[in-house]
């Protein structure tokens, strides 16, 4: 495998005239130098030391380290539900780090899809409706998102399962929906953490199936925190996280 430091110096700025943006039009996330440091009583706390990043769209990959090595920091800070204390950020070509509140939620909703540990499905609406939600926020039209949310789900093995709501799903069936509701938008990259650590192996793997197939087939970016080797097996790139900072980056 080959191993890169992003860290080291030289690593372009995306709007230096040397780059250039259509240098990096295939780049679905990227950092400069970011770092995330909380403000405590007794001492600072340096989560992210300095990360330079690049994510290139159609990447299946992960990020990985042990407890308080900063990578879910880092994953919300990429998605924008974090503000770095320094540094750049961008989704796409768009500099993220200097957006309003406002225009940030906006960019979530458009271009950037989330799966979380536990799933955060509304208890109150059906598989659907959970799954159809940010195209309702939106303003895509009723039979357009019923359209594209049944074909989702058919691809993904939740047919027929559209009214239950989450209550009466399994947890796999649960974290499913939330891969539904992530990508149905189409957007420009996926953020998961730790989708898989409240999962038993099997479901665990046929998960992972649905992912890399939407990857392979779709050309979704998904960028995973995660401890799970399962995980970690099938990413075609792994990047290490020690004390804030990237330890290894191998393809």
């Known amino acids: 495998m080959r191993t890169e430091n992003p860290n080291e110096e030289g690593f372009d700025d995306p709007t230096s005239p040397a780059t250039g943006l259509a240098a990096v039009a295939d780049v679905a996330v990227r950092t400069k130098d970011v770092w995330k440091i909380y403000a405590q009583e007794s001492e600072d706390v340096e989560a992210v030391r300095g990360v330079s990043l690049e994510v290139r769209e159609g990447d299946f990959m ?123 938008g189409e957007p420009t990259l996926v953020l998961a953490d730790e989708p898989t650590a409240n999962l038993d192996s099997h479901t665990s793997d046929a998960l992972l199936d649905v992912m890399e197939r939407l990857n392979q087939e779709h050309g979704t970016t998904f960028l995973f925190s995660t401890h799970d080797p399962r995980v970690m097996e099938r990413a075609r790139r792994r990047v290490s996280l020690v004390d804030g900072q990237i330890e290894s980056d191998e393809r």
């Open 62 to 184: 992960t990020m990985a380290g042990p407890s308080g090595s900063g990578k879910t920091t880092l994953l919300n800070m990429l998605g924008g539900l974090t503000r770095p204390t320094s540094g750049r950020i961008w989704v796409g070509d768009l500099e993220i780090t200097t957006l309003s509140n406002k225009e940030l939620a906006r960019l979530r909703l458009e271009s950037i899809g989330f799966v979380f540990q536990a799933f955060n499905l509304l208890p109150v609406l059906s598989a659907l409706e959970n799954a159809e939600f940010s195209l309702l926020l939106r303003g895509v039209p009723t039979e357009e998102r019923h359209r594209r949310v049944r074909a989702l789900f058919d691809e993904i093995g939740l047919e027929g399962l559209e009214d239950r709501r989450p209550g009466k799903l399994s947890g796999g069936q649960q974290q499913r929906v939330a891969v539904a509701r992530a990508v149905v």
